[in-house]
């Protein structure tokens, strides 16, 4: 199974979600709603992102221990 992360980031809210891909099939692990915290400066911004996605992927997938960024097309 292939492992995704996708990031929705909005102005108030942030939405991480960790999907596997298995041939054609597409299943849903984990998902997680969070506050921007915009207010905070893009330095908190940034350091929340990658914190929420640690704690989401260590979670769900603890034997993971490649994460490959790619951009989507």
Known sequence: MIKYL???LGGTN?????LGVDGSR???LSEETFSTEG???PDHVVENIISKIQALV???CPFCDTI???EHP
Request: charged share 25%; net charge positive.
């Open 26 to 28: 597409l299943t849903q």
């Open 6 to 8: 996708g990031l929705d």
């Open 39 to 41: 207010s905070l400066g």
């Open 14 to 18: 942030i939405k991480v979600s960790f």
């Open 68 to 70: 490959e960024l790619r």
């Open 58 to 60: 260590g979670r769900t």
